[in-house]
């Protein structure tokens, strides 16, 4: 197999870089860092954001997996001690094999459209004055929208920024969308639904306003718009395969993210 290397940008242990070349020496594998089969990721869950970003044109042909280097974790199992059990479940194929989709997020200019993909949440912020936005889930419309943001988020994005903003953890089993509001305005003149509301996996969100002055952010990116109308967000068919320990659980992570 040909396997590259993705370590978080500061990350400088030789001797787990070291261990990792005479593995994968050891199981006869090559390192490829261009067009990898397998692409082993060193650092935090940040590091397998930027990994997906990374390798985003060649999805399809790659499978990841993490070696934790002492962070939450949720994308990965392994750790800086299983290094030699994790090339020993590959051999035997007994990781477990994950497939999740992307979100995905369409933005209409004045002419033009373009695409972005996100694994956690997609988000659209307003950091210098009230973002007025409708909010539409299938060309229904649900709210208008005051506040400093909205973000959709995936279920793997749902114990991440969702967290924090009240939303609820979901299932990495189940492909579905959480719309959260992040600090709307409440009250007596404006309101709006105030509660992240879960949806179906085929439904598009619709953001529509007059949007100046706000930034899209999507996982660890952002990108600043000016003259933008409308965004529609939705699960991407592109697909993202993960690769887990055999003895991976979801509940084992939730549990050591948050509880243990
Ligand atoms: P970061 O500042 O390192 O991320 C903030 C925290 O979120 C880190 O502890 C990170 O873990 C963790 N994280 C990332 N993805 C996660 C997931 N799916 N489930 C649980 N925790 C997760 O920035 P970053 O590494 O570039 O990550 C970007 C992500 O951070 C964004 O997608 C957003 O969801 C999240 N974030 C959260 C908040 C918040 O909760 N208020 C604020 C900003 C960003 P590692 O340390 O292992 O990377
Ligand atoms: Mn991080």
Redesign the pocket.
């Known amino acids: 197999m040909n396997i590259a290397i993705f370590k978080k940008s500061n990350y400088m242990n030789k001797e787990i870089e070291d261990k990792l070349l005479s593995l994968i020496k050891k199981y006869h594998h090559n390192v490829n860092q261009d067009k990898p089969d397998v692409v082993i990721f060193i650092?935090?869950?940040?590091?397998?954001?930027?990994a997906v970003q990374h390798y985003l044109s060649k999805l399809d042909d790659i499978v990841f997996i993490g070696l934790n280097s002492g962070?939450?974790?949720?994308?990965y199992d392994f750790d800086l001690n299983s290094v030699e059990d994790m090339f020993i479940q590959l051999e035997e194929n007994s990781v477990q094999h994950h497939k999740f989709n992307l979100l995905e997020a369409n933005f209409s200019y004045k002419d033009s459209v373009e695409t972005i993909y996100?694994?956690?949440?997609i988000r659209i912020e307003n950091p210098f004055s009230t973002l007025i936005s409708n909010v539409y889930i299938d060309g229904e419309l649900l709210e208008l929208f005051r506040g400093n943001g909205l973000c959709v988020?995936s279920s793997?994005?749902?114990?991440?920024?969702?967290?924090?903003l009240g939303g609820a953890l979901i299932h990495h089993d189940l492909k579905l969308l959480e719309l959260s509001e992040i600090s709307s305005i409440q009250n007596s003149k404006f309101h709006s639904l105030n509660s992240s509301l879960i949806i179906p996996s085929k439904s598009v969100i619709t953001f529509k306003g007059e949007f100046f002055d706000v930034v899209i952010?999507f996982?660890?990116l952002t990108k600043k718009v000016d003259d933008l109308k409308q965004i529609d967000i939705s699960l991407s068919n592109k697909e993202v395969n993960v690769l887990y320990s055999k003895e991976h659980t979801y509940l084992k992570s939730i549990r050591k993210?948050f509880i243990d």
């Open positions: 650092g935090g869950d940040g590091t397998f954001l930027r962070h939450l974790g949720f994308f996100a694994v956690n949440e988020s793997l994005g749902s114990t991440a920024l969702n967290r924090s952010g996982d660890h993210g």
